[in-house]
């Protein structure tokens, strides 16, 4: 059962996550418009890019793991008048009873898993799930080691307006496995009142891409493409998100 701070955490994300105006959304409703057949969108949350694959027209259905984020999702879903088909799964051990065309996992939500066990069973579900000719769409940000040397570690705040008032939002980085490099991600939100909202701690992992394409020169995908940053230029240095295209040929 979700709690009010697993609530509180979904909505103040979503709220975080739309204004932030990502240029991914528009990418995937692109890959999953111009496919024949059903998409299935894995660690979909609050909809952010759901709700619009289903705006556009898609027969998309969605899995995520938390019910606080599925259960905002379906809210959103209502005051849109659309229609979501999603449920509490596991991207690591799929249970699907249709084939699909596409299956995307948007927003570094593979980084989340951390374990090489984990990401080997994400890729063979994942193409278990696909119709032959199917594709898996998923993207993860570039390590930018630049970047984490000047920013990890340290709290870094900003104001958030939150349900009409401003509230303190509190984030940080930092590694806690130099050799597996896996690092935590802390999320703090604080009312005017002084009232803590949430606060949440989730582990990931750092992929470089070839870590990335050794995982899947073992998986059973049989043809792959990177990109970088939502186009379709090949990925290369200076690209801050790689967005990894697997194809099920057989
Ligand atoms: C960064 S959020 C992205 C949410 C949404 N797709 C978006 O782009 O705004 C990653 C999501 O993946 C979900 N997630 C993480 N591990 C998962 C797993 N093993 N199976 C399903 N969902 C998972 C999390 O609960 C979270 O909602």
Redesign the pocket.
């Known amino acids: 059962m979700a709690t009010e701070s697993d609530r509180l955490q979904a909505a103040f994300l979503d709220a975080v996550?739309r204004r932030a105006n990502r240029d991914?959304g528009a990418y995937y409703v692109d890959r999953a418009t111009a496919v024949d057949g059903p998409v299935l969108?894995?660690?979909?949350?609050?909809g952010?890019?759901?709700l619009e694959l289903l705006e556009a027209g898609v027969d998309a259905d969605g899995?995520?793991?938390?019910p606080a984020?599925l259960a905002l999702l379906r809210e959103h879903a209502d005051e849109r008048g659309l229609d979501p088909n999603v449920w509490r799964?596991?991207?690591?051990d799929l249970r699907v009873d249709r084939s699909y065309a596409l299956v995307t996992c948007?927003?570094?939500?593979v980084q989340?898993?951390t374990t090489i066990e984990e990401q080997q069973a994400f890729l063979a579900s994942v193409y278990d799930a696909l119709a032959p000719g199917g594709t898996l769409v998923f993207d993860t940000f570039v390590p930018d080691f630049e970047y984490i040397a000047e920013q990890w570690d340290e709290w870094q705040q900003r104001t958030v307006e939150f349900r009409g008032e401003d509230h303190e939002y509190h984030t940080r980085s930092r590694l806690v496995d130099a050799v597996a490099q896996e690092y935590v991600s802390e999320k703090r939100a604080v009312a005017p009142d002084g009232a803590e909202l949430f606060a949440f701690e989730g582990r990931a992992t750092l992929l470089p891409s070839r870590e990335i394409e050794l995982l899947v020169r073992q998986s059973p995908f049989e043809s792959w493409t990177a990109t970088g940053d939502y186009t379709a230029e090949p990925l290369a240095d200076g690209h801050s998100a790689q967005v990894w295209s697997l194809e099920r040929t057989a």
Not at 41 to 46: I, P, R
Not at 89 to 92: F, L
Not at 106 to 109: R, T, V
Request: charged letters at 25%; proline letters at 4%; zero cysteines.
């Open positions: 996550y991914d969108e894995l660690g979909s949350g609050t952010r890019i759901y899995i995520d793991l938390d984020s799964g596991d991207m690591t948007p927003f570094n939500a989340e898993l």
